[in-house]
């Protein structure tokens, strides 16, 4: 599928900002799109319970989100079917099955990393899912769980969801999960990473489309990583710090355009600000996002402090982010 700006779904994978619970909302996600055009978006994910019993539209998004993609938590075949042809029908991009959460919450739902176990129920998953659409059907997924950490047990599972289930895209976490004994956060961080694990898939799987995640922290990284790999998944550094966005267009997809200014951008979030003010929205729901902008300039403390100190308050306006603006020193703005 070709998306509005004339990207497809795997050049855009070649970046991608990775799906992150109660971080990549639709907010989030319209703030990184004014940062770069190219890179490939997605949700939080959702689980299919959400979708077909929850109260509530959760395959909300913006059309300026596009190419976007929606990170699905299920096992149930028929029920991930089901929203992959809503999702389709809404417009988004891409389908993507969650393989790598370890939270205990996840698992307790037979969904998320504890189904690397199981390749014949994802393969399964991810058929139904294909047979239903014509858009991408991806699978995110670890190196390994627990014990079951060789690079056998990751090469029967790849092969087994690609040959039964067809899915040609592979994201590959490059850390094993432990599904009991550590917390999400640690999962993220006390497993070593294995970035040659991936390479060495590309290598034994030349004709998938296969990406890497994980403690990937500056455009350079990308740069190297996609010597070896098809795609890079950025998770919280993009988060966190998201200017390193901002050469994305032009160091990673070659696009000749100027870069913007820190300052440019959140001037481009007035509109979209007022319009969610206008429909009910939450100040404080906006800016949570945008506090690290300037992270590490000048001025950037008093900043995050103001806008944090401010814009859950009652009433919170556009005028909160116009007086924690001004506490940047302009010249510095570059």
């Known amino acids: 599928m070709t998306t509005p700006n004339n990207t497809s779904k795997y050049a855009a994978s070649r970046l991608s900002i990775a799906p992150m619970l109660d971080w990549t909302d639709r907010h989030c996600r319209y703030f990184h ?38 990170q699905l938590g299920g096992s149930n075949a028929a029920d991930l079917a089901t929203c992959a042809k809503l999702a389709q029908e809404r417009g988004y991009d891409e389908i993507n099955l969650n393989v790598g959460c370890p939270s205990d ?14 390749p014949d129920l994802v393969a399964g998953c991810i058929k139904a899912m294909k047979d239903v659409v014509d858009i991408p059907v991806t699978v995110k997924t670890r190196i390994g769980i627990d014990d079951q950490d060789s690079y056998e047990f990751l090469t029967t599972f790849i092969s087994k969801v690609h040959e039964s289930g067809g899915c ?16 999400p956060k640690e999962n993220r961080e006390i497993p070593p990473l294995d970035y040659e694990r991936a390479y060495q898939l590309k290598k034994d799987f030349p004709h998938l489309n296969i990406g890497l995640n994980g403690g990937v922290k500056t455009l350079a ?16 550094e993009a988060y966190q710090s998201p200017y390193i966005l ?9 696009r000749d355009k100027p870069i913007k200014k820190r300052s440019q951008v959140v001037h481009e979030m ?11 929205a939450y100040l404080g729901h906006i800016t949570r996002h945008m506090l690290g902008l300037f992270q590490s300039m000048p001025g950037a403390r008093q900043w995050r402090r103001y806008i944090s100190e401010n814009a859950h308050k009652k009433g919170a306006g556009i005028e909160v982010v116009e007086t924690a603006l001004a ?8």
């Open 105 to 118: 919450r996840v698992q307790n739902g037979r969904f998320g990393a504890c189904l690397m176990g199981e």
């Open 33 to 70: 799109r004014l940062l770069t055009q190219e890179a490939l978006l997605y949700t939080e994910m959702v689980t299919t319970g959400a979708i077909i019993h929850g109260k509530g539209d959760f395959l909300a998004y913006n059309q300026e989100e596009h190419p976007v993609a929606l």
């Open 327 to 334: 506490k940047i020193p302009k010249e510095l703005d570059v």
């Open 221 to 236: 990284d990308t740069v190297e990583h996609l010597q070896h790999v098809d795609g890079v998944m950025v998770g919280r």
């Open 270 to 280: 007035y509109p979209y600000i007022e319009s969610q003010l206008e429909q009910g």
């Open 246 to 254: 901002a050469e994305v267009d032009q160091q990673i997809f070659g």
């Open 168 to 183: 040609n895209d592979f994201t590959i976490h490059a850390r094993k999960a432990w599904l009991s004994g550590l917390s």
